[in-house]
């Protein structure tokens, strides 16, 4: 299982901010190269975002730090309708936001690991987690008496065979 990774800005930012977290990201990175690095197209708002407005950088800053991020080879991929279903899938069962979903059905689809340092990403993500987060105290998410119920693909069967046959054309 797993060839490449899939990257998000948790930890791609711990490596450019020099956080102590970043030492198993770069050593994933460095086991990793020569196989796919795959990041979302919003990747890169999101670092960018993250640099300017909650660290300051000053823009030439900010350029450098794309430039090293993109010295690594990334590969960025837009969602499309069967990623975003998928994403759909997983941020209901798994009870994860659908951006984080995003970057788990981009693993899944992949076939990829999923480096990321945000602890319940990786936990949705379990055995596909590149890094496994420390076991610790948790509390359960109240869900305030709403049922977790995944989309009922059989409803939407015609949608998505023309996903299909047009992924196919």
């Given at each position: 299982m797993a060839d490449g990774l899939v990257l998000d800005s948790s930890a791609a930012l711990?490596?450019?901010?020099?956080?102590?977290?970043?030492?198993?990201?770069?050593?994933?990175?460095?086991?990793?190269?020569?196989?796919?690095l795959l990041v979302l197209d919003l990747f890169w708002l999101e670092v960018v975002n993250v640099l300017v407005r909650r660290h300051a950088w000053d823009p030439d800053a900010v350029v450098e730090a794309v430039r090293e991020l993109d010295e690594l080879g990334i590969e960025t991929v837009a969602p499309d309708r069967p990623l975003v279903l998928a994403a759909l899938d997983l941020a209901v069962t798994r009870d994860i936001s659908a951006y984080d979903a995003a970057h788990l059905a981009l693993a899944e689809a992949a076939d990829a690991m999923l480096l990321t340092l945000d602890e319940r990403l990786a936990r949705a993500a379990g055995a596909r987690a590149a890094i496994r987060p420390r076991p610790g105290a948790r509390?359960?998410?109240?869900?305030?008496?709403?049922?977790?119920?995944?989309p009922d693909w059989v409803r939407h069967g015609r949608y998505l065979a023309e996903l299909r046959r047009l992924a196919g054309a």
């Open positions: 711990a490596v450019l901010l020099g956080e102590p977290a970043a030492a198993p990201v770069r050593e994933h990175l460095v086991h990793a190269a020569g196989q796919p509390e359960q998410r109240a869900t305030y008496g709403r049922e977790t119920v995944s």
